[in-house]
């Protein structure tokens, strides 16, 4: 229920709003054309039948057009078979009106979209989309707009997909060690590495660290705390792992054979203490190693309020995607000779 007005004798004003703010805007349009509502729960409602999102409760009162219309122009586009005409309709669309579920108009056109890429051999169905989503991305650039904003329910996990296909069903171990995903920032990082190894066959293998404070009297109170903790020099407190996925270190431990940081390597096998892996850079390439566990403390320089320690499985992360810092943080001038990669797919958030 609203709450009694304090102030008899001032008059509210409702704010104006963007259509591109989303619920706030339809919001307000329900303020603005439902009389003296009582209650959230008022606009909301609509002959007796309760909305989930104030969208939903405007295309029900018909205050806004729904994407029918769009859908209807596209279709009429799509008899003159015209594929690059119709994604730059598309983009004019997504740009200058709004539609309120642009993963449902992309659903319903994408085929007409792609009939020009579908005549290149060799080329799966997510590739395709991928290409058709880039060309569309491309020229919304040069409009002023992105695909991440007006389209982020497809765009960003297109790339995703087409590498969680190629890494389950690629039979040779050298095609995922010399292919890498370029992300922008480690949060990305974290979230497509783990789709990756969910996505991929067999069964994982779960390390777990453990974290102690400096002053063991602070132990107890900020336990739980460390394990959520994720600096950029140190690797997960839970790490999981797959046999033959690539991995990248995170220390330098012995130089002599290559095992510095920025190595990248591929897991042959697990055991509880140690992980018996394969050099595939540099000039120890093809070279078997074992990473064991060690102790990493945190540097006074990291955003933290507290230094602590963690013993580690392995200072290591699962490394199929890479973030732009990272990357170049772990390639220096020494090593940047060593990384012998085919493919490197920059993913744009």
């Not at 120890?284 to 320089?301: E, G, N």
Request: aromatic share 12%; proline share 4%; net charge neutral.
């Amino acid at each position: 229920m609203w709450t009694h007005r304090q102030q008899r004798n001032a008059i509210g004003r409702v704010v104006t709003c963007h259509l591109t703010e989303g619920e706030r805007y339809y919001l307000r349009l329900l303020l603005m054309n439902i009389r003296a509502p009582k209650s959230y729960e008022d606009l909301l409602t609509f002959n007796g039948e309760y909305c989930s999102t104030f969208r939903e409760s405007v295309e029900k009162r018909g205050l806004i057009l729904c994407d029918n219309n769009l859908i209807e122009c596209m279709s009429e586009a799509t008899s003159y078979q015209m594929p690059s005409s119709l994604r730059y309709l598309f983009d004019v669309l997504l740009a200058y009106c709004y539609p309120n579920n642009p993963e449902e108009l992309w659903i319903k056109i994408e085929n007409p979209m792609s009939e020009d890429f579908n005549k290149y051999p060799g080329l799966f169905s997510r590739e395709i989309s991928s290409k058709v989503l880039n060309h569309i991305n491309d020229i919304l650039y040069l409009m002023g707009h992105s695909l991440n904003i007006l389209f982020k329910v497809v765009y960003p996990n297109i790339y995703i997909y087409i590498y969680i296909y190629i890494y389950i069903f690629a039979s040779n171990i050298s095609f995922n060690t010399s292919h890498v995903i370029l992300t922008t920032k480690n949060d990305f990082v974290d979230e497509i590495n783990d789709m990756l190894i969910m996505q991929s066959p067999s069964n994982p293998k779960v390390y777990i660290d453990t974290d102690e404070t400096l002053d063991p009297k602070d132990r107890s109170e900020y336990e739980d705390f460390m394990h959520t903790l994720n600096p950029p020099r140190l690797s997960s407190y839970k790490l999981s792992l797959k046999k033959h996925c690539p991995i990248i270190l995170l220390k330098n431990l012995n130089s002599s054979v290559s095992l510095c940081n920025g190595t990248r390597l591929t897991c042959d096998d697990f055991k509880s203490h140690i992980i018996s892996a394969t050099i595939f850079n540099g000039d120890f390439k093809d070279t078997h190693v074992f990473i064991s566990r060690i102790l990493s403390l945190t540097s006074q320089d990291e955003k933290i309020p507290f230094q602590f320690k963690r013993h580690k499985r392995s200072n290591i992360r699962f490394c199929w995607n890479l973030s732009k810092r990272t990357y170049f943080f772990s390639m220096t001038s020494y090593m940047l000779h060593y990384q012998e990669l085919k493919v490197l797919t920059v993913l744009k958030y």
